[in-house]
């Protein structure tokens, strides 16, 4: 079965550390790959997402990842973190060959940034 | 953001009793979903919708029901609630077959006591 694996569960930095969290999917056809924040007490929000094309995704607030297709791997980077960036991160991979489009999410790293 | 309202937002309820919780959305999104996020497991999900009538089971589906009887609403059904229950329920839709993102409601958080 499809699956996604985050494997930082809390990530605790000072502001202006550089960041990366890790995700690998366990599918192997085309998939969609996607970043979500969840600030504390809203609902996900989408950060980033890769379709096709350039494996170097940008997103908001100043957030990219990295789609290795050969490691599985969609790693979500952020260069200098800000305190308010203090969020839940979910990775998640839509499988392309589904007719239901359903999308599969990881258990998420918890960020905490020290001030 | 996209009009995904769930409703109601907060519940508190008792072992044994059902409960239905409703998503509703003015985006005219084929896909629907819910999901229920507990700490350490991210988001599951529990049941999905591919067209008015088309469900289908999610990983989590077991106590839970779900009908869609018009594009823009999906209802969530707790047969008979339990303890394990207790969690917050997103509700999700995307735009088109695998091609887009999923847009979320603000979620219900629901108590089993």
């Known amino acids: 079965a499809q699956s996604v694996s985050q494997h930082n569960h809390h990530v605790i930095l000072s502001e202006a550390a550089s960041l990366e969290l890790g995700c690998n999917y366990s599918y192997g056809g085309t998939v969609n790959l996607f970043w979500y924040v969840q600030y504390p007490g809203q609902h996900l929000q989408l950060l980033l997402k890769y379709f096709s094309g350039d494996p170097l995704v940008k997103g908001i607030k100043g957030f990219e990842a990295e789609f290795i297709k050969s490691k599985f791997s969609f790693n979500l980077r952020k260069p200098s973190v800000q305190w308010s960036d203090t969020a839940e991160y979910f990775c998640?991979?839509?499988?392309?060959?589904?007719?239901?489009?359903?999308?599969?999410f990881g258990s998420g790293t918890r960020l905490s940034i020290r001030p | 953001d996209a009009g995904i309202t769930q409703s109601p937002r907060h519940k508190v309820t008792e072992t044994g009793t059902p409960v239905t919780l409703r998503c509703h959305q003015t985006e005219n999104h084929r896909y629907m979903y819910w999901y229920r996020q507990d700490p350490g497991h991210g988001l599951r999900l529990i049941h999905y919708s591919y067209g008015v009538k088309d469900t289908d089971k999610g990983e989590v589906s077991d106590g839970y029901s779900v009908s869609r009887s018009k594009t823009e609403d999906f209802l969530l059904t707790l047969e008979s609630a339990t303890s394990s229950q207790t969690s917050v329920y997103f509700c999700a839709t995307v735009n088109r077959e695998g091609g887009t993102e999923a847009f979320f409601g603000q979620g219900t958080r629901l108590t089993v006591v």
């Open positions: 998640a991979v839509n499988d392309m060959a589904s007719s239901a489009s359903k999308i599969i």
